[in-house]
Structures are given as C-alpha cells and as structure tokens.
C-alpha cells in the first residue's frame, strides 16, 4: 500500500494521530527532504527508515518505490509541508502506483491554500487553484486578466521575493478590489492581510518580506 501522509504546514501539532500510526508502522518514508521530515519524526519519536524522492530523482527513485510496492512493503509518501502530490514531485508516483494497480489510499491534513480560502470570508463553494503565476512579468499580467474574467475564487502560491513585483501587477488589473493574503499560516507570526493589492504592497515594502504566501482573489 501507498500512503500518502499529509503533514503540517508549520506547526507540528497540526497532525492526526492516524498519520502518526501510519508514519510509525510503514516499512519506509518517502520524503521530499529526509532533513526536514526528520525534524517531525524525531517530535514524535518515530524510527521508519526513510528515503529521498525530489524533483531531481524522481524518475529513478519512482521505479525502485513501485518495486519495492510490488514486493509487498507499505510505504508513507510525505512532502515537506501539506499534502504530497501538489506541486511537488508526489505525483509521478502517485501516478505510476495507479498505473499498476498497486493500492493506495490517502491520510488527510493540512493543505496551505484550503486554510487561506477559509481564513480569507471570501466565497468557497467555487474555488479555482493556480499553483503559481507565471514568472515573467508579461505572461504573469495576461494570466492575471484572464483571471480577472472568471466567476469564482482564485488562490496561489507567492514566494517572498517576488510578492512585491505580482502585486503591483495585481493592482493594475484588479484596481481597489480587495484581496488577501495569508503568510506564514499555522506557525507564530502567522498573518493576514486584507485591502487591496496597492495597500498591501505598500505595508510590505516597509518591512523585511518573509515566508511563504497564499494570495486569495
């Protein structure tokens, strides 16, 4: 069986006691990165041996997961943060196990952006997930006003250093509409902003911008 273990965001309290179990009794953890994942097992005690699968072995490390699968071993797939198989390398062997017919099943918990939609008060019985916006500024601002056009609530990931440059993009498109973002969720300067993108730009700038963001639209 695959397991696919989600795991706290930020506090390590934010877990449920079926994912410990689950973490504790596995033949083996497949982790993005074994040095953080540690840092949780060693909280709670857990000795499984684990494993690294990340972006850059992920084609080679699928194969040898899936045989050892087939071999009867019950493996734990976790991420570093939330649930594996969003935007990191989970999905390819989330696929592959699927493609053999080997079971899997899924230990819920927390997800960054299900937080900042709920946290948000903005409308959540439509929702559409981004992922991240596009890099370059051109492609970013055309995302966003076709972003602009849709009828439902829109969330993405935003690293620090490039929070300030999306914003300002925001504000052209969206002008005093007001937006959210959440930072930092779950863990001791968790904050929420609200206001619209301008305002929120120019309280950023007076500070050293840290953490991770969910932009909720």
Known sequence: M???VATPIG?????SLRALEILKSADLIACEDTRHTKILLDRYGIKTATTSYFQHNQLIKAQY?????KSGKNIALVSDAGMPGILDPGYQIINLVIKNKIPVTVIPGATAFIN????SGKPAHKFIFEGFLPNKPLARKNRLKKIAQLD???LFYESPHRILATLEDIAQVFGQKEIV???ELTKKFEEIKRGSA????DELKKQKVRGEFVVVL
Do not use: P
């Open 181 to 183: 973002c959440a930072r």
């Open 2 to 4: 695959l397991y696919i």
């Open 65 to 69: 997961l899936l045989n050892l699968l």
């Open 152 to 154: 439902y609530t829109v």
């Open 198 to 201: 301008q305002e929120i730009r």
């Open 11 to 15: 506090n390590l309290e934010d877990i």
């Open 116 to 119: 900042a939609l709920v946290l």
